[in-house]
């Protein structure tokens, strides 16, 4: 599916704000207090530099269902206004869903799960095949499928994934362990409060074979010097001295003999 622009026109219309219906799949973050505030406030001094962006609903045609700028959209309800400046698109259902996903593709306030978890809700409305997907971003099928698997971290990895800024490849090489062994992992990531790529350098040790040590026989003395002589009595054997060498244990030591056959 090709991306395309999809103005009805570029006229910026004041719009009310109560007749927008936010869509569950479009909220990709919980706003917090503070983006809020600090953008309101912004607006009251600057004004809106960017206008928001709708599209007709379908089922109803005085209200608008927004595609972006729900951040934007919090502020002006925050600020009490009854209005917003917006730019009104044609788009169907497909469309709304590949247009906010390739403006957010690149923006540094939406993490990575969030983009993830939108991708898998397009797939799952089956508005959209995946091979339509991943031609709109410009990826392949595999490197999709590797997106969505991000979606298997639970609620807690993702917490601490975010909160330590651990980047893609780490969640990769993260996913590479089982969900028990996964656990343990993250508990000695923060206990050493390991960077980002010290966190992916413990992973790759991890992963390394273990090298287990070879192990070398023991040798006691008793068997050294029991040894030492068992080679003199062959060196003797060989050289046509009959020699044999033995053991004897008495009460309060050991006797070692090499006996040698009178000439």
């Known amino acids: 599916m090709e991306i395309k622009t999809f103005y009805i026109s570029n006229k910026i219309n004041n719009i009310k704000i109560s007749d927008i219906t936010v869509k569950k799949r479009i909220r ?52 009490g206004a009854k209005t917003i400046p917006a730019i009104i698109l044609s788009l169907t259902d497909a469309e709304a869903d590949m247009a906010f996903l390739y403006d957010n593709e690149n923006r540094k306030d939406i993490s990575i799960f969030e983009k993830a978890l939108y991708i898998g809700n397009i797939l799952k409305s089956g508005r959209i095949t995946k ?11 595999k490197k999709l499928e590797k997106k969505l698997e991000i979606l298997k971290l639970t609620e807690d990895e993702r917490e601490v994934i975010i909160n330590h800024n651990f980047d893609e490849e780490f969640i990769y090489m993260f996913l590479g362990f089982e969900e028990e062994k996964r656990e343990d992992i ?21 992963k390394k074979p273990e090298v287990k040590p070879i192990k070398t026989a023991q040798l006691t003395s008793d068997k050294i010097i029991l040894n030492s002589i068992e080679r003199m009595a062959v060196h003797l054997n060989d050289s046509g001295i009959k020699a044999k060498c033995f053991k004897k244990e008495n009460e309060s030591s050991t006797e070692y003999v090499l006996a040698i056959e009178k000439i």
């Open 28 to 79: 990709l973050k919980n706003l917090c207090d503070d983006e809020i505030l600090s953008l309101a406030a912004s607006i009251k001094k600057n004004g809106l530099i960017e206008p928001i962006y709708v599209r007709k609903d379908i089922k109803n045609s005085k209200n608008y269902i927004l595609v972006d700028g729900l951040r934007r959209l919090n502020a002006f309800e925050f600020l």
């Open 186 to 206: 993250l508990n000695k990531i923060i206990v050493k409060s390991l960077t980002n790529n010290e966190a992916k350098k413990y992973m790759e040790d991890l």
């Open 131 to 141: 091979t339509e997907l991943a031609d709109a971003l410009g990826i392949s099928i």
